[in-house]
């Protein structure tokens, strides 16, 4: 556990990043971030991953002067395409058919903000599916888990056996990469 000199707000109301975040700062206050995140897509994943986190981080930073202020934002990209939130079930279905027998990209900027101090980076991860058959999207996708999440789909539930191989940090996938968090927050603070 870390302990910060300052009051901690999470820009994100994302479960996975609210129970990743406690198990490294015990007290903190989540305040998500009203943005149009289309307006602030690039051609380039780590471009578009760090300027949204940037974005919702000093969006909120800008009522919580006095707090360390987190945003995060994830993007899994296929070679030029970017795979954000599904808008509805088909959606979610063509985006896991795409991912199927092949390696992506899940990329998360994150965005700390205190005063007039701000920090941006990201964490990238390569994360490899097996070859999926139509049944088994359809089946996923049915069971809705795939509707809030970059890519469509969560690797810590039921999509965890589309899996073949994960390089790099599996809490990055999740959508807060905590090695890194925890060590640049150490000398951000």
């Keep these: 556990m870390l302990g910060l000199p300052y009051p901690v707000v999470l820009a994100s109301a994302s479960p996975r990043r609210i129970a990743l975040l406690r198990t490294l700062v ?13 307006a602030f897509v690039t051609k380039d994943p780590v471009e578009t991953a760090e300027a949204l986190a940037r974005e919702k981080a000093m969006k909120v930073a ?7 202020v987190i945003g995060a934002d994830t993007v899994v990209a296929l070679g030029d395409i970017q795979l954000a939130k599904p808008t509805d079930a088909a959606d979610a279905f063509r985006m896991l058919s795409l ?3 092949k390696t992506h990209e899940v990329v998360t900027g994150i965005c700390f903000v205190l005063e007039e101090k701000v920090l941006v980076f990201s964490a990238k991860t390569h994360v490899s599916f097996r070859q999926l058959s139509e049944a088994e999207i359809g089946e996923y996708v049915a069971g809705g888990e795939p509707m809030d999440k970059a890519g469509a789909y969560a690797i810590q539930g039921g999509a965890s056996g589309f899996v073949s191989v994960v390089d790099g940090s599996l ?19």
């Design 26 to 38: 015990p007290d903190f206050e989540v305040l998500p971030a009203d943005l149009d995140e289309e």
């Design 62 to 68: 800008s009522i919580r002067l006095d707090s360390v």
């Design 99 to 101: 991912l199927s027998g």
């Design 171 to 189: 809490t990055n996938v999740i959508g807060f990469p905590m090695e890194e968090i925890e060590r640049r927050l150490k000398t951000f603070v």
